[in-house]
Every structure is written in structure tokens, then in C-alpha cells.
């Protein structure tokens, strides 16, 4: 008699109580009929390396990995994908049947699904993208503006130096931009990014100005807590689209689930209902 194994999958961070990755992949599961599990697990860094060579041994298929072990955990698995190469961190893994660890890196096509169906109409070939801050997010979306054939991205950040690290990391494509000028390069933008936590709740505000915002602009953050940040308002009172983070969230899961559970889940109202609760 065959033992039919459910799949297991999950997400590893430090800390993970505020992950809304168990709700987005939970209600998946359960709208899809589908058997299987999806588990927040609460790991160190100095665990990382055992709990990663244990899990596919107690039937687990894969699992995202949230902060602070994106980068780390580079450095573990047997082979990696070349967006994660370039991004320098992993967010999905995937176990084999004889547990080789898979790192790929879905954030960069989270952000630009949540683009194309939050706003619609957005053309990445039309006109310039100004990201504000240089951190692993930025990282993420510069590789999906490159891949969508933004033309050009303006990039600022408060430590000047981490911006032109990524520009002498990713090319010509990218400008370094004052944060002292960051408010006239916003006016300059057809889309307009939000890398950094500033705006989040219990972090500082921005500190940008953000008069230059004006209509025909598409302006996102990545931050989804709260889901209508200060430059998101700001941007919806000048009459740009605007774009909330949590869709980069429900959009960099679908590829995972349908790895590990085998079937391609749709990101619905329904769903970011279920992801806000």
C-alpha cells in the first residue's frame, strides 16, 4: 500500500508572527480544494543551514524565505536561479525529491504583475522610473524595470554610495540622483517606487518633497502596512494611479504555490481580502 504524501510548504524569517504569506497561501489552498500545509516557522540564522536540510526530509516541497535570510541563504542551496544571482537574495525555494535546495527570487515579478493589473494602461517603455532607496528591495525591482525595457531609472538614496553601487552593479541604465534632489526627480518620472521601509508603520515619514507629483504619473510603494503610505496619498491627491504594495506580496506567491501544490492560483479581491484580515 503507497502512502500518499501531503505537500508542505512555508515561510522561514526572524522574526515571521507578521507574515501574511500563511493567509495568502492558506486561503489558496482551501479555495482550490487542495491538500496541503503552509506553515510560518520561526528560524535563526544559525539554524538556518539544519532546519533547510531537514525539511525535505518530513515532506516539505519548498518555502519562501523573508528577512533578515534572503541573502544568507544564497549560500546554502545547491543551485540558484539567475534573477536571484542578479538580485543577490532568494525569497522561494524548492526542494527535489532528494532534497537539492532550488533558490529563486520572485519579487521583481510580483512587482511588475501588481503594475500591470493595479494600473492599468502603465507602459514600462514610456518614460523614465524613479526609485527612492537602494536596499534588497531596489535591487529586486531594478532587475524587473531592466527586464520590462524601462529606458531609463533614477535612483536616490539617503547614503549616496549604496546608489552608485547598484549603478556601477547594473549599468548605464541607471542615474544617481542627490537625495537633497529626489523631489525634482519624482517630477520627472513616469513611474515613481517606494523601496525604502520610510512611511511604514513605526518607521519616519519619507522625508522627500513630494510637490512635484502630478497626473499621468503611476506611483507604488512597497510598503503595505499601512496600505495607503504618505507618498501614496500625497500621489492620490495629485491625481496619480496609485499602487499599494500588498499586490507585489499576493503576485510573488503565485509562481511558489504553483510549484509546490500544482495548481496556478489567481490573485482576486477575494484574496487580498483574506491577506488583510
Not at 496541503?36 to 535563526?44: A, F, L
Not at 536596499?135 to 527586464?147: D, K, M, N, Q, T
Not at 553601487?165 to 517606487?193: K, T
Request: aromatic share 6%.
Amino acid at each position: 500500500m503507497t502512502h500518499e504524501r501531503i505537500p508542505l510548504a512555508g515561510v522561514i524569517g526572524n522574526p515571521i508572527a507578521h507574515s501574511r504569506s500563511p493567509q495568502v497561501h492558506g486561503y489558496w489552498l482551501k479555495s482550490l480544494n487542495l491538500r496541503g500545509h503552509y506553515i510560518p516557522m520561526h528560524v535563526t540564522e544559525e539554524k538556518l543551514k539544519e532546519v533547510l536540510h531537514t525539511l525535505p526530509n518530513v515532506g516539505f516541497v519548498g518555502v519562501n524565505i523573508t528577512i533578515p535570510h534572503k541573502e544568507v541563504v544564497l549560500q546554502i542551496a545547491d543551485r540558484i536561479s539567475d534573477r536571484a544571482k542578479a538580485i543577490g537574495a532568494a525569497n522561494t525555494l524548492f526542494f527535489s525529491a532528494d532534497g537539492e535546495i532550488f533558490a529563486d527570487n520572485t519579487d521583481g515579478y510580483g512587482f511588475i504583475e501588481n503594475l500591470h493589473q493595479r494600473a492599468r494602461g502603465w507602459d514600462p517603455k514610456v518614460g523614465a522610473a524613479a526609485l527612492l532607496g537602494a536596499g534588497g528591495a531596489a535591487r529586486a525591482v531594478i532587475c524587473s524595470l531592466i527586464e520590462a525595457e524601462v529606458p531609463e531609472i533614477l535612483i536616490s538614496n539617503r547614503t549616496i554610495e549604496r546608489a552608485h553601487a547598484l549603478r556601477q552593479e547594473f549599468g548605464p541604465r541607471l542615474h544617481v540622483v542627490e537625495w537633497s534632489q529626489a523631489g525634482s526627480m519624482i517630477a520627472d518620472a513616469n513611474l515613481v517606487v517606494n523601496t525604502t521601509s520610510l512611511g511604514m508603520v513605526g518607521n519616519s515619514g519619507l522625508n522627500v518633497a513630494l510637490d512635484g507629483l502630478h497626473e499621468g504619473q503611476v506611483v507604488t510603494d512597497l510598503v503595505y502596512n499601512p496600505l495607503e503610505t504618505p507618498i501614496l496619498q500625497a500621489a492620490r491627491l495629485a491625481g496619480c494611479t496609485t499602487v499599494d504594495g500588498l499586490g507585489m506580496l499576493l503576485h510573488q506567491a503565485v509562481p511558489g504555490f504553483e510549484r509546490w501544490f500544482g495548481q496556478r492560483p489567481e490573485v482576486t479581491p477575494e484574496l487580498r481580502a483574506a491577506a488583510l484580515k
